[in-house]
């Protein structure tokens, strides 16, 4: 029987079924698109060598464009976050998701785990473990396995489904093209009033974004060529995407789970807990979290319960610092505009800590006697 079912193999459950497959664990990993993700570049941040290697993965930095330069114009702000330009984390290499994808499913499938295309519907808590409607090649199959971790990405599928309530920052959403010409290898930035650009390179082409409010998402997106004078940039390295070359919304909002793990289930990545792409630590917690939540399930099932509440307490830490470090990189104001007030004030600490006080508070009511 196996042992665990994640569900979701972007770098998260990827990296958390490479974990339990080294420990020994019999692991599926159901994802709809079969763990590939489509060509999109990204910044690994600074530190994720380690990470990377350990996952037996060095290799794919070997591959990777460094990143050499950051360029930013970033207002009236001076603030130098970690060091480096105005707004932007620290930067490592340009990454692109697919070729991460191939290696990281590679390398699992090499370890013995087993890759299903298909989505996990329907989850049912029974005394042998989680009975799960999977579906696939068209077919509906119920399957009973005793451990489940929800790497599932933003929706936070399973987690939510058994109770967990996610708690979310101020609305956010990010403009995407991709622009497959040769990239040269500097990541570009550029503050605007009601929003940021950024250009990603990678082997692979550039991707570039706005991230903005999503009444000025729909703006940008029905004018691409960026006839917005208030979402206009000057930067010359964030390159102007050719007339009609697609683009896609996607929401990138900052966002944490009330409760990262229960009994039979951990949460882990983008599930448990999700960054605005300023901070760039989205991928560097997808691999690390995931690898850590893989290792604690393993410990759990060789018998230490508590092993998943700690990995839970130190997930929470993570978005925690991490929000509150956002939260930093906005308070610079480079605009004193509303977009970017919003975004300094955001509670998204003190929301969590409240869902989960009332949680306890709900959990320590007495049961009224019946009748
Ligand atoms: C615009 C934007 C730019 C970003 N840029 C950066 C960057 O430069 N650097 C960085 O570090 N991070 C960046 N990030 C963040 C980074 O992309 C994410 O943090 C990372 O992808 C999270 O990985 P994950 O495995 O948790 O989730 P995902 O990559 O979202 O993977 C989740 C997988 O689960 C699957 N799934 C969903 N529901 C089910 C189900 N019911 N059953 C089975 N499978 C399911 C999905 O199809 C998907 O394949 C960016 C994010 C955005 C939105």
Not at 276 to 293: E, R, T, Y
Not at 312 to 330: F, I, M, N, V, W
Not at 350 to 365: F, G, L, P, V
């Amino acid at each position: 029987m196996q042992q665990v079912l994640i569900a979701g193999g972007g770098p998260a459950g990827l990296a958390a079924a490479i974990a339990l497959a080294e420990r020994k664990i019999a692991v599926t990993v159901v994802d709809p698109a079969d763990c590939i993700a489509g060509t999109r570049a990204e910044m690994l941040a600074q530190g994720a060598g380690a990470i990377m290697q350990r996952l037996g993965l060095g290799h794919v930095l070997q591959d990777a464009l460094r990143i050499e330069t950051v360029k930013s114009m970033w207002g009236a702000a001076h603030l130098q976050s970690h060091g480096t330009a105005p707004g932007l984390g620290v930067h490592g290499w340009g990454l692109d998701r697919h070729a991460l994808s191939i290696a990281m499913r590679k390398r699992a499938r090499t370890l013995g785990v087993r890759t299903i295309k298909g989505r996990i519907g329907r989850t049912v808590q029974t005394c042998e473990g989680w009975r799960t409607n999977l579906s696939y090649l068209s077919s509906n199959k119920a399957v009973t396995t005793p451990y489940m971790i929800d790497a599932t990405g933003r929706p936070g599928h399973i987690a939510r489904r058994n109770g967990a309530t996610t708690c979310h920052g101020p609305n956010l959403v990010a403009v995407l093209w991709h622009v497959a010409e040769n990239s040269t290898a500097v990541m570009a930035a550029e503050a605007t009033q009601v929003g940021w650009w950024y250009a990603a390179p990678a082997d692979q082409g550039t991707t570039v974004g706005f991230v903005t409010s999503p009444t000025t998402a729909k703006e940008v997106f029905n004018d691409p060529q960026g006839t917005l004078a208030h979402a206009a940039r000057t930067l010359t390295a964030i390159p102007v995407p050719a007339h009609g070359t697609p683009c896609i919304t996607v929401d990138c909002r900052s966002a944490v789970l009330d409760r990262i793990c229960d009994t039979g289930w951990v949460a882990t990545g983008d599930a448990a807990a999700a960054f605005d792409p300023i901070s760039s630590q989205g991928l560097f917690n997808a691999l690390s979290g995931g690898f850590f939540a893989g290792n604690a399930v393993a410990d759990a099932i060789g018998g230490d319960a508590e092993a998943p509440l700690v990995y839970a307490a130190l997930a929470a830490r993570t978005a925690e610092r991490t929000h509150a470090q956002t939260r930093l990189q906005y308070a610079a104001l480079p605009f004193d505009t509303a977009f970017w007030r919003e975004h300094a004030g955001h509670q998204i600490a003190k929301r969590r800590r409240t869902a989960a006080e009332q949680r306890q508070d709900q959990t320590a009511m007495p049961v009224p006697a019946p009748g």
